[in-house]
């Protein structure tokens, strides 16, 4: 569909779902950076700010000990006791220190690290080189490498100038203690404060200073007399250290800074103050869209608030919390889905409600935890708590239910959704029990045992004779049974299962299952993942799982209260019904059976026989049948009884256990009526029950909700005002103080609909505004509702209808078109549809449509007219038509009989009568319901009509996206409608003469048609009466009188009232009546239209259907474009219809960012509508520049300019939906030329609009002596300039250095402004490495030069101190540059191929438009370089490789091209052409490529052509083809050539036929295999050169063609010299005379030939001087001119006699030259 936005392929830049967002941020690794630098140079100081700054943790040597002495860890007291010891800590152990924390540390893991000192100097434990490499394989890697730089005499003068207070410890720098400093600098303070009026501030801050350390500076003097210098702080060991430094640390760390990619390598000038090198890495931090760890923010800690929160519920908790430590107002803390749970205690398996008093805020979400231990743990690092599958319940559950209740089944279920095990208690219980049967059996044979040696003690120690016989004592000696008895009635006194032996075996199950818990899944707590079947439903039983800490979070209970139990008690029948049957057919046998014996034994027969006892019982049990029962009844057998007792029994216990379970805090309680459900239905319920603490909810908005809301307002207009942003808007507060509520509905944090409705949305696809007395709250967002009864449907699920990782889909554009008769609706409505691919529906030409089929003409009070005043003169005329017969007359004037609704349809367009809801149902929901429109959307032109119609459609709830209102004049309508009304009057006037006369004629033709009949009538009668007259001669008189009578008169007279009907006058409208009574209709309708027009609009305003009005005064190409631009934004704009973006200030921005309340987007700092349009230089963020922040969901976008903005918020899905920016790259660009000629003001323009840093050398120079006045190089600096002199090239390049070092922050670059001018400038760069990627040439006249100073002289702004611009200064300038110039570019062009010439003579914006296009292919291939390097081939096009570099890091196939070798065996050497632009890198290899077609290839699949996989591999070196030179071939003599010096390629390429045999030229020759080829052209040595295997080793045939020998010119016969000599010329000269034909005026066609041929030899004789050609040309260009006269003069005189000024102008020269020929002729004198 055109209309609708296509799926767009490409991925969203940001993750679009919140807690996807918030998932990757917990996956992500923290930022880690290491410090490197020299002895002394502030690393320690830098990484500690920085950690501080970029909330990192700090890890160095001294401060790692510190830690584990503080936390008592294994290492710290080993620490401790070397201390104490006097012991220094060795190497060894420190290093293991340091790596435990960055490998093990969970506050390292979520903060990430600023790692110095490591690796360290003593190479004790390990070497440099080892210590780099545990850095390079350290589980969390630096991403950042910072490299402190500082020279040396610097350093040594800084370390030497350090002094230690004794008592303290405390270091001081030279600039604190040394007076001649401090004064020094006081004096200059004092200056600049008398300089600058703004000083009275800084007074009062030194002031307050000096108060509040409370010691004045005397004191602080006379306390630094007491410092002391440390040993290491001398100069000669500070020079010893670094010199050490450079020895051993720097070669391995070099090689480790150049493995580093470029854009994560930060060098800073370690000469600067301590705060400005902070601020040069956290600007170039910022500038890599580096985030700071995301803090956790403990959100109370006053007693006051403790206090206050006590006794508050659960959603008066969370309220109360998320005011607390507020980021801005409208921006609380949210909920998040632990609610008040907490997080550390349910990721180790326990439900635990969390402690007000430790509530906390990350992310800017709001948790809770239970004591200070968690706090610590969350504190420390809380990604584990947070990261999937948390939260999710520990699955401790408890299943309890009456038998054939389905409890297994539901704990299998549960066990299995929850990865868990079912603990089954009756084999728990059977188990504990074997368990303890055979520890008695053990104890008995211990008693036993035991008991033997007692008797046998006793006995032994009693006195007996040596005759008497010892027994022998076994286990049935009576005194050991007594023992062993007793022991058995002691152990065995609580035989009986009680309570606590239930929970001690599931204790004991539990403990057992927490072994394997956490392998579950991934992620998974210790504790839990248990689910505990036939658990004995008791009060005492529950005491005993709370005493022992065994309670379950979730309880369920699975009951069959309907129908009586009927749902269990058919289980349990069904489960034995075929033991019930047999029981129900025996049961009779066994009751007659027992009454027999009954009556027997009362005094029965007893003669009776078992036979007789067997047939009676036969003849009973024939008569037994199974008793039949209906559905929910069934037998009454003592089984069923039993069920139903036990059914009973467990209802009364769980009533009695139920209270005590609810009373039990934190366990939920599921209570499932079983009946109509299946398993799986009451396992979601479970489910549901069981995460419903874990998930979001919402909550209907409330009073509290909206005061919230009022307060933030206020607390924001507070904020504005304090700000000053009152001023600003002083214009706009009348707009203001009127759309409050407006202002106020945009600040609001609305849901993933916007203002629509999500239930119409998701259930009817329809966007229907919703309402704000129907809103509700979820995820901290608003919805709005249309109905109540949405709302709830809402609340009860609203995950089904919120965005998860995509917009909602919206449904295709529904506009209503609405308008007055002759608005223009219908003609723009089909262009509009034409245009947007949707459909176009009239509404009541629908209707026609609807009951055309019967009535077979559209009916309404336009078309009735009309077919009235067509048809009423042909039925006058049918009448008298003699073709129609009366029965086809009679067919036309039937009608069709019409259905009710028809009927109701007919009487709408007839009489303008309402149309039923019930006839509306069945058409108008259709367009909302029904494809093709449903999916298409379409525009309804004229619907609504009425006010009932627009209240139809929201009684519907069919809501169109807009209501276009076409507003008219009632002139425009008559100007319209009035004119065509008029024609068709005029029309129908004419028409009507027309048939008037047509009706006279056949009216005459009829009349006389009926006299003719009836004058036949009358003769046939006379003749009858004469007939009759002559039988009768009675009556000859009467007869007589009769025939006298006048037939004419008859006729006359019978036909005389048809001529008096025809004669009548019809009263006709005349046409000044007819006009007024058009205008008045039309004046009435456009009236009464309005009227309804104004009812519609304010019944759709009231369904707050936005509207458009339109002036449709206009043409209607211009009313249909207005209408079209509006509604094409809503079509382009679809797919952002339901998001909501917020602008913030920058510093709320920031402070968002800092706290991780917001999350910065993947497009950084960049703009992402300029990225959209191909921006590639990332704009710096600066003071002057205004940053226009936006939230949009999770992140924050930054834009440049406040249209940007808007643009983006109107349709934020569009922008990021795009690639994600690349990584910006500092470059340096170079701009030289003449003066005058532009240099500062591109360099100023590229300051200005990217924040290029502009550098000149006088810049980097003042800023060397201003930033750095003590530097060895400033004072240098200095004494040139005090003597007078200039600085040193070699000074000034160290300054320009400097410069740029301390500039490392700026994201897009500098541009060096004038520089290089001279050889030695370009030198000088090369040794210090300053490599501009691009350098521009602006090229300019001399002349051009001076105008420009001219007009700079004119100027009024000019500064107040001369200039030097006066010509002759601009002379010298400008001969000092072309000097030197041609030397540079030379350099350039060759060495790095970055030199771009741009004609500055043409205007400054088309070479500012020359010079950024430039740059921008400049950054872009070095952003594309970079993201490829690693693991793919990338384009080295741009990146300034000299050929040296080039050839030193060539791949396997040197110079030819990889791909046309492995594709085609071609040897194609690239090293012909200097330009490295297909050429490409590929792991740390250059390859170069023939063309772009071979480039792409390599780039798609490196691998194919460089590796082992290559089918061609390169030859060795003796084996590739040399091009020589004419010298190098004589010089190889007498090394003869092959072939004879015939060329190989020709004869191979001719088929080695004869005629292929072509001596070569010693031009082109080339060595082979130690053999030397000669060539006929330079093509076919290239082709050898391609193919050398193709074309050598090549035989020639015994038949040679004959040698060739010289011949003079001279000597050749006349044919033959004209040959040699002139063939070339004549040929040339004979096709121009063919070619022009030439005709000279009064000359024949031959002579002009010969002329001609003439003339051009003589122009064109090579052997003739230039002057002399030059002759002959004009004289020949003059006879070409004459011979043109002809056709010229025949074109231009064709046709009639024209007056001279009407002639072409030059025609009478011509003519005139045209005769003046005449007699003449050419010559060549």
Not at 493 to 516: H, N, R, V
Not at 952 to 970: K, N
Not at 1187 to 1206: A, D
Not at 1259 to 1274: K, M, T
Request: hydrophobic residues 35%.
């Amino acid at each position: 569909m055109a209309s609708q936005e296509g799926r767009q392929t490409q991925p969203f830049t940001d993750i679009f779902d919140e807690d996807e967002a918030e998932r990757s941020f917990l996956l992500s690794k923290p930022t880690c950076l290491i410090v490197f630098g020299k002895p002394g140079s502030g690393k320690k100081t830098l990484a500690s700010k920085l950690a501080q700054r970029w909330n990192c943790i700090f890890i160095e040597a001294s401060e790692v000990i510190q830690t584990n002495i503080q936390q008592r860890t294994g290492y710290g007291l080993k620490c401790q006791k070397l201390l104490c010891q006097g012991q220094s800590i060795p190497e060894e152990l420190v290093t293991k220190m340091i790596l435990q924390m960055i490998n093990e540390s969970p506050e390292v893991a979520h903060y990430g690290y600023v790692l110095t000192g490591f690796p360290s100097l003593s190479e004790e434990y390990m070497t440099v080189p080892q210590q780099i490499e545990k850095i390079i394989n350290l589980k969390l890697k630096p991403d950042f490498l910072i490299n402190i730089k500082c020279p040396d005499y610097e350093l040594c003068q800084r370390i030497s100038g350090q002094r230690q207070n004794p008592d303290s410890g405390v270091i001081y720098q030279r600039s604190q203690w040394d007076p001649k400093v401090t004064d020094k600098r006081k004096k200059e303070k004092d200056q600049d404060e008398e300089e600058d009026e703004e000083g009275e501030g800084q007074d009062e801050e030194e002031e307050g200073e000096e108060a509040e350390t409370g010691e004045s500076p005397h004191k602080k003097l006379e306390s630094f007399h007491q410092l002391v210098q440390r040993p290491e702080d001398f100069l000669e060991n500070a020079e010893k250290r670094i010199g050490i430094y450079k020895d051993i640390m720097l070669p391995p760390l070099e090689g480790l800074l150049a493995y580093q990619d470029c854009r994560y390598l930060i060098e800073v000038d370690g000469s600067q103050q301590p705060e400005n090198v902070l601020e040069t890495v956290v600007g170039r931090l910022e500038s890599m869209e580096v985030q700071n760890a995301a803090p956790v923010i403990r959100l109370q800690s006053e007693q006051e608030e403790e206090e206050t929160l006590e006794g508050k519920q659960y959603d008066e908790l969370l309220r109360a919390l998320s005011s607390y430590k507020l980021i801005a107002p409208r921006y609380r803390w949210r909920r998040s889905r632990w609610g008040q749970v907490c997080p550390v205690a349910l990721k180790e398996g326990d439900i635990v409600m969390g402690n007000p008093e430790f509530a906390v805020s990350f992310l800017g979400k709001m948790y809770v935890l239970s004591c200070q231990e968690a706090l610590k743990k969350f504190m420390l690092n809380p990604r584990p708590y947070l990261l999937p599958p948390m939260p999710v319940s520990p699955c401790k559950v408890f299943v309890f239910g009456p038998p054939f209740s389905g409890r297994t089944t539901i704990c299998n279920l549960i066990a299995h959704n929850y990865k868990g095990k079912v603990l089954d208690m009756d084999k728990l219980i059977q188990q504990y029990k074997e368990s303890r049967e055979k520890n008695t059996e053990e104890l008995q044979k211990d008693a036993v045992e035991k008991a033997i040696a007692a008797v046998k003690n006793r006995l032994g120690s009693e006195e007996q004779s040596e005759e008497s016989e010892i027994l022998e004592i076994t286990a049935d000696h009576p005194e050991v049974q007594a023992t062993v008895e007793a022991m058995k009635s002691v152990s065995f006194s609580e035989d009986t299962m009680s309570p606590q032996i239930y929970a001690e075996a599931l204790e004991g199950a539990i403990a057992g299952l927490m072994k394997t818990n956490k392998d579950r899944f991934p992620g998974a707590s210790e504790k839990g993942g248990w689910v505990v079947d036939n658990y004995p439903l008791s009060e005492d039983h529950w005491s005993a799982l709370s005493e022992k800490g065994l309670l379950p979070d979730t309880v369920v209970c699975l009951k069959d209260t309907q129908k009586d139990g009927d749902c269990i008690l058919r289980r349990a029948y069904l489960a034995s019904r075929n033991e019930n049957n047999s029981k129900i057919l025996k049961r009779p046998i066994d009751e007659a059976l027992e009454k027999k014996e009954d009556d027997a034994r009362g005094g029965m027969e007893e003669t009776l026989t078992s036979e007789e006892d067997q047939s009676s019982a036969a003849a009973e049990g024939k008569e037994i049948t199974q008793p039949g029962f209906a559905e929910g009844v069934f037998p009454d057998t003592e089984e069923m009884k039993t069920i139903k007792m036990k059914i009973d029994l467990f209802m009364n216990d769980w009533e009695k256990v139920e209270s005590k379970i609810r009373k039990s805090s934190q366990v939920q309680v599921v209570v499932l009526e079983i009946a109509e459900q299946t398993p799986e239905s009451l396992l979601n319920q479970t489910i549901l029950v069981m995460e419903k603490p874990f998930k979001y909810y919402g909550w209907e908005l409330s009073d509290e909700d909206l005061e919230e809301e009022a307060q933030d307002l206020d607390a924001e207009a507070t904020n504005e005002e304090e700000e000053g942003e009152e001023e600003e808007e002083k214009g706009e507060e009348g707009e203001e103080e009127e759309d409050e509520e407006t202002i106020q509905q945009k600040k609001r944090h609305m849901g993933d609909t916007n203002h629509f409705c999500p239930v119409s949305l998701k259930e009817n696809f329809v966007l229907y505004p919703g309402l704000q007395e129907y809103a509700a709250k979820y995820k901290e967002k608003i919805y709005y509702f249309s109905t109540s009864e949405y709302r709830d449907k809402f609340l009860k699920n609203p995950e089904e209808y919120v965005a998860h990782n995509e917009p909602l889909q919206a449904p295709p554009l529904r506009v209503c078109l609405l308008g007055v008769h002759g608005a223009g609706k219908t003609t723009c409505g089909r262009e509009i549809t034409d245009r947007l691919g949707i459909f176009h529906i009239q509404f009541e030409e629908y209707l026609q449509e609807l009951i055309l089929p019967k009535t077979k003409r559209k009916v309404g009070p336009s078309s009735d007219g009309d077919h009235e005043d067509d048809n009423k003169i042909p039925e006058e005329l049918e009448d008298f038509s003699q073709t129609i017969t009366k029965t086809e007359t009679e067919k036309t004037k039937q009608e069709v009989e019409l259905t009710d609704e028809e009927e109701a349809i007919k009487a709408n367009l007839m009489d303008n009568t309402e149309l039923p809801p019930e006839v509306l149902d069945k058409i108008v929901p259709d367009w909302w319901k029904k494809e093709p429109f449903r999916s298409t959307g379409f525009i309804l032109d004229g619907f609504p009509r009425t006010s009932d119609e627009a209240s139809y459609l929201s009684e519907r709830g069919l809501c169109p996206d807009v209501a276009v209102y076409i507003q008219v004049e009632e002139g425009d309508i008559l100007n319209r409608l009035f004119p065509p009304r008029l024609k068709k009057w005029k029309d129908k006037q004419l028409k009507k003469k027309e048939y008037k006369m047509k009706l006279k004629e056949l009216k005459a033709e009829k009349r006389n048609e009926k006299i003719a009949r009836r004058r036949e009538e009358l003769l046939a009668e006379r003749q009858k009466n004469k007939q009759e007259a002559l039988a009768d001669k009675d009556n000859d008189e009467a007869t007589e009188e009769e025939e006298n009578e006048d037939i004419e008169a008859i006729l006359a007279e019978e036909f005389l009232e048809d001529e008096e009907e025809e004669e009548e006058p019809e009263e006709e409208e005349n046409e000044e009546d007819a006009v007024e009574r058009m205008q008045n209709e039309i004046s009435e309708k456009f009236e009464l239209e309005v009227e309804k027009l104004q009812s519609v609009q304010e019944e759709l305003e009231k369904l707050l259907i936005p509207s458009m009005e339109i002036n449709g005064g206009r043409k209607p190409r211009i009313v249909c474009y207005q209408i079209y631009s509006k509604l094409k934004s809503l079509v382009e704009n679809r797919r952002s219809i339901f998001e909501k973006c917020y602008p913030i200030s920058l510093p709320l921005a920031q402070k968002m960012l800092f706290f991780s309340y917001k999350l910065l987007s993947s497009f950084g700092q960049w703009d992402p509508i300029k990225l959209s349009q191909g921006d590639v230089i990332k704009p710096q963020q600066r003071q002057e520049n205004a940053v226009f922040p936006v939230i949009h969901r999770q992140y924050i976008y930054f834009f440049s300019c406040k249209e940007n903005k808007e643009m983006f918020m109107t349709n934020p899905i569009k922008y990021i939906c795009q690639p994600k920016p690349k990584q910006s790259v500092p470059v340096k660009i170079a701009i030289v030329g003449l003066p005058k000629s532009g240099k500062t003001t591109v360099a100023q323009r590229l300051a200005s609009v990217y924040g290029f840093l502009r550098l000149s050398l006088g810049d980097a120079i003042r800023f060397v002596i201003n930033s750095q006045p003590e530097s060895e190089l400033a004072l240098k600096v200095q004494s040139h300039l005090l003597h007078g002199l200039t600085v040193p090239d070699e000074l000034a390049i160290q300054a320009l250095d400097v410069a740029l070092l301390n500039h490392t922050d700026n994201p897009t670059g500098v541009v060096i402004d004038g520089y290089p001018l001279t050889r030695t400038h370009v030198n000088l760069l090369e040794s210090t490495r300053i490599i501009p990627v691009k350098i521009f040439e602006l090229d300019m006249d001399t002349k051009e030069v001076f105008r420009r100073a001219l007009l700079d002289k004119e100027r009024t702004n000019r500064l107040p101190y001369p200039e030097h611009d006066n010509p002759q200064i601009l002379a010298i300038k400008n001969s000092c540059y072309k000097q030197h110039i041609d030397d540079i570019r030379t350099y350039y062009m060759k060495e790095r191929q970055n030199w771009c010439v741009i004609d500055a003579n043409h205007s400054k914006w088309r070479v500012w438009n020359t010079v950024l296009q430039e740059v921008q292919v400049v950054v872009k291939q070095i952003q594309i370089y970079l993201e490829r390097r690693k693991g793919k081939a990338a384009s080295i096009a741009g990146l300034c490789i000299t050929p040296k570099e080039l050839q030193s890091q060539l791949g396997e196939c040197g110079q030819y091209c990889p791909v046309s070798l492995a594709e085609k065996g071609e040897l194609v050497d690239c090293s012909v052409t200097p330009s490295l632009e297909f050429a490409a890198e590929f792991q740390g290899h250059y390859y170069r490529m023939a063309s772009q077609e071979e480039l792409e290839k390599f780039l798609s699949r490196p691998q194919v052509y460089v590796s082992s996989l290559a089918s061609h591999p390169l030859p060795p070196t003796h084996m590739l083809p040399k091009k020589l030179t004419a010298g190098e071939v004589k010089a190889l003599f007498p090394v003869k050539p092959e072939m004879q010096g015939y060329c190989p390629v020709t004869y191979v390429d001719g088929k080695q036929r004869y005629e292929a045999l072509v001596p070569g030229n010693i031009e082109y020759a080339a060595k082979y295999q130690d053999k030397v080829y000669i060539f006929e052209s330079e093509e076919k040595l290239k082709k050898f050169m391609r193919l050398p295997e193709k074309y050598w080793n090549l035989k020639l045939p015994h038949k040679l063609p004959p040698k060739q020998e010289p011949m003079l010119l001279t000597t050749l016969p006349l044919p033959g010299y004209l040959e040699q000599g002139v063939a070339t010329s004549l040929i040339k000269a004979l096709h121009e005379v063919g070619s022009l034909k030439p005709k000279f005026p009064f000359l024949s066609v031959k002579e002009t030939a010969l002329l001609f041929v003439s003339f051009h030899l003589k122009a064109h004789n090579p052997r003739s001087s230039e002057p002399v050609r030059q002759m002959y040309r004009k004289k020949f260009l003059q006879f070409v001119e004459h011979c043109q006269l002809i056709p010229y003069l025949g074109t231009a005189m064709m046709g009639p006699y024209k007056e001279p000024r009407d002639r072409p102008r030059g025609l009478d020269d011509r003519l005139q030259t045209f005769f003046s020929l005449k007699g003449t002729r050419p010559t060549f004198v």
